[in-house]
């Protein structure tokens, strides 16, 4: 590596670290993550089997005084109709359709009702990493945008050209470091929420079913947060170098949400394009998160044994990577042309 880089590169690290605004932005995600956390946590309890015996006397408890309650409704029918009383059952109510059928569940799942609820970690872990991403691409996405903004606004960028006046190389490198400084934090605030919501659930919840497989599987998924992570951070970096300022990286974003993701949708919606949503982003999101997402459209059918089969449209997550990777490889493409045409002052 050419030494005029790797020293730059040392100094933005270096950077990235002592600003303020990033040490901030990591005690507040860390703070966020430990107050959902505690709210884990206060909303958890332990079923004991002591817990499960009385959730189960209680179910059949319930089940025997509907028993009792509808054998009684039966009773009084039969003998309201043999008398000519027709006012609550008049000729030709079937009294027996008031007779207990049963609750369609057996006392053990009616009981499983009644326990009350426990984190278990291994069915929960999906949705703890859906909010562990959406928290971290924020972070990303601000901290990325202010890493090169706060440059431009303060006319740092102006001193780092005197000092490396290639202008390609200088972005690239500040991009390279913001984008590893933003992995390691992520990397960390992960570990600090997957491992404090273990901590919970082997305390206070369930860790059952936490085989190899599943940690093979919450290995992978970490992985593509953290991918989803350094592209947030791409993007804000990208937007926020070419509008000279943070607050167009946050502006473009809002409007983005405003025009896009609600506009649109109801744009193509009302002139019946088949799947709007796969023209904006979020499924895309969700695709490569979940490895899978499907959208249907129930205007459309194929039938099969004259029952309506939606259309489909399927997402993966190979194709969400490229819908993702390409908007944020052409962003930064735009970012980088922009910044070698344009004047800096």
């Given at each position: 590596?050419?030494?005029?880089?790797?020293?730059?590169?040392?100094?933005?690290?270096?950077?990235?670290?002592?600003?303020?605004f990033n040490r901030i932005m990591v005690l507040f995600i860390l703070a966020l993550f430990a107050a959902i956390a505690l709210g884990y946590a206060a909303n958890t309890e332990p079923i004991t089997p002591e817990a499960v015996a009385r959730a189960r006397v209680e179910a059949q408890a319930q089940i025997d005084q509907q028993i009792r309650y509808m054998?009684?409704?039966?009773?009084?029918?039969?003998?309201?109709?043999?008398?000519?009383?027709?006012?609550?059952?008049?000729?030709?109510?079937?009294?027996?359709?008031?007779?207990?059928?049963?609750?369609?569940?057996?006392?053990?799942?009616?009981?499983?009702?009644?326990?009350?609820?426990?984190?278990?970690?291994?069915?929960?872990?999906?949705?703890?990493?859906?909010?562990?991403?959406?928290?971290?691409?924020?972070?990303?996405?601000?901290?990325?945008?202010?890493?090169?903004?706060?440059?431009?606004?303060?006319?740092?960028?102006?001193?780092?050209?005197?000092?490396?006046?290639?202008?390609?190389?200088?972005?690239?490198?500040?991009?390279?470091?913001?984008?590893?400084?933003?992995?390691?934090?992520?990397?960390?605030?992960l570990a600090f929420w997957l491992g404090t919501l273990w901590t919970i659930a082997a305390a206070r919840g369930s860790t059952a079913g936490a085989t190899s497989g599943f940690w093979q599987s919450l290995s992978l998924s970490s992985l593509r947060v953290l991918g989803l992570t350094l592209a947030a951070a791409a993007v804000g970096f990208a937007l926020?170098?070419?509008?000279?300022?943070?607050?167009?990286?946050?502006?473009?974003?809002?409007?983005?949400?405003?025009?896009?993701?609600?506009?649109?949708?109801?744009?193509?919606?009302?002139?019946?394009?088949?799947?709007?949503?796969?023209?904006?982003?979020?499924?895309?999101?969700?695709?490569?998160?979940?490895?899978?997402?499907?959208?249907?459209?129930?205007?459309?059918?194929?039938?099969?044994?004259?029952?309506?089969?939606?259309?489909?449209?399927?997402?993966?997550?190979?194709?969400?990577?490229?819908?993702?990777?390409?908007?944020?490889?052409?962003?930064?493409?735009?970012?980088?042309?922009?910044?070698?045409?344009?004047?800096?002052?």
């Amino acid at each position: 590596m050419n030494l005029h880089v790797l020293n730059l590169a040392r100094a933005e690290w270096s950077r990235f670290f002592a600003r303020r605004f990033n040490r901030i932005m990591v005690l507040f995600i860390l703070a966020l993550f430990a107050a959902i956390a505690l709210g884990y946590a206060a909303n958890t309890e332990p079923i004991t089997p002591e817990a499960v015996a009385r959730a189960r006397v209680e179910a059949q408890a319930q089940i025997d005084q509907q028993i009792r309650y509808m054998e009684a409704e039966y009773q009084r029918c039969v003998t309201g109709q043999a008398a000519g009383e027709g006012k609550d059952f008049p000729p030709g109510f079937n009294c027996e359709d008031l007779r207990f059928k049963g609750t369609g569940f057996t006392v053990d799942e009616y009981a499983q009702s009644m326990l009350p609820h426990q984190f278990r970690f291994v069915p929960e872990s999906d949705g703890v990493l859906y909010l562990a991403a959406a928290i971290l691409c924020m972070f990303a996405f601000v901290v990325g945008a202010s890493f090169v903004g706060a440059e431009w606004t303060s006319g740092g960028m102006t001193n780092l050209l005197l000092w490396r006046p290639r202008r390609l190389p200088l972005l690239a490198t500040k991009l390279a470091t913001g984008l590893a400084g933003i992995f390691v934090v992520a990397l960390g605030a992960l570990a600090f929420w997957l491992g404090t919501l273990w901590t919970i659930a082997a305390a206070r919840g369930s860790t059952a079913g936490a085989t190899s497989g599943f940690w093979q599987s919450l290995s992978l998924s970490s992985l593509r947060v953290l991918g989803l992570t350094l592209a947030a951070a791409a993007v804000g970096f990208a937007l926020a170098s070419m509008g000279r300022h943070t607050a167009m990286a946050l502006g473009f974003f809002i409007g983005y949400l405003l025009v896009v993701e609600l506009g649109a949708r109801i744009v193509f919606g009302a002139v019946n394009i088949a799947f709007p949503e796969r023209f904006t982003l979020l499924p895309y999101v969700v695709g490569w998160m979940s490895k899978k997402y499907v959208l249907y459209d129930y205007d459309v059918c194929r039938f099969s044994f004259d029952v309506c089969e939606p259309t489909r449209y399927v997402i993966t997550w190979s194709s969400a990577a490229w819908v993702i990777g390409l908007i944020a490889a052409l962003l930064v493409g735009g970012a980088m042309f922009a910044f070698r045409r344009r004047d800096v002052a």
